[in-house]
């Protein structure tokens, strides 16, 4: 079988008792990854998708649903930490209304240009705690599970696509400014979120450059 393209085919070994499953051969030898069996057209060739060395990726289903679990915990974490700006916004807001209904009466506009100018400085000074949560909250957990409290909940992790094992600092660094950088841009967002769906490595745009995916538990 030496001639044979890496891909999931039926086990040659199947333990005693056990359904008939796939294995991932590597274009050299079995190795010890399995799945479940496919129908018999899906065993001529990788029709699951995987990691070079056969483990199977993540669902998109269940990545989104990791995403909106971090999101949640991080925005909590965010308000309480930058609780003082999210205070001095909520004031601007409230002064700035009252304002506006004081003189509406008088056929005169409240002053915007003021409200922009009082509210500026909390509205960064919060963006800038948003980040380092963020980042503290990505890198740290990373570093330590390889997965974040949202993927840990839903069974996922992140690996190097190409080996296993703990992810390099510079990997994670490199998955957290991207997510930001599409963050910012706005529909760049939107596009990294939906790349897996059909991405041939089910990669989303911040793993192209990490050299990541994400996989179960």
């Known amino acids: 079988m ?3 393209p890496a891909g999931w085919y ?3 070994t199947p333990p005693a008792g056990h359904a008939p499953a796939l294995r991932w051969w590597d274009g050299e030898r079995w190795t010890a990854h399995t799945a479940p069996s496919a129908p018999p057209s899906a065993g001529a060739a990788a029709s699951v998708p995987s990691t070079p060395d056969g483990v199977a990726v993540a669902g998109w289903g269940r990545r989104v649903g990791a995403y909106l679990i971090d999101m949640v915990i991080q925005q909590v974490l965010a308000v309480a930490i ?9 004031s601007a807001y409230v002064d700035y209304i009252d304002e506006a209904f004081r003189v509406a009466d008088t056929g005169r506009q409240p002053d915007t240009l003021g409200f922009y100018r009082d509210i500026l400085p909390s509205i960064l000074g919060f963006y800038a705690v ?4 963020s980042f503290a909250y990505t890198v740290a957990f990373l570093a330590w599970k390889q997965a974040t409290p ?11 696509r190409d080996a296993d094992g703990g992810l390099p600092l510079g990997c994670i660094l490199k998955r957290w400014l991207v997510t930001v950088a599409c963050q910012i841009a706005g529909p760049l967002f939107y596009l990294d979120v939906l790349w897996p769906l059909w991405d041939d490595k089910r990669q989303a745009l911040h793993e192209k450059w990490a050299g990541t995916n ?4």
């Open 150 to 160: 949202g993927k840990l909940a839903v069974g996922l992790r992140v690996r190097q």
């Open 2 to 4: 030496s001639n044979t």
């Open 82 to 90: 930058g609780f003082p700006f999210v205070r001095a916004m909520t």
């Open 214 to 217: 994400v996989v179960r538990r």
């Open 10 to 12: 039926p086990d040659p």
């Open 130 to 133: 948003v980040l380092v949560v």
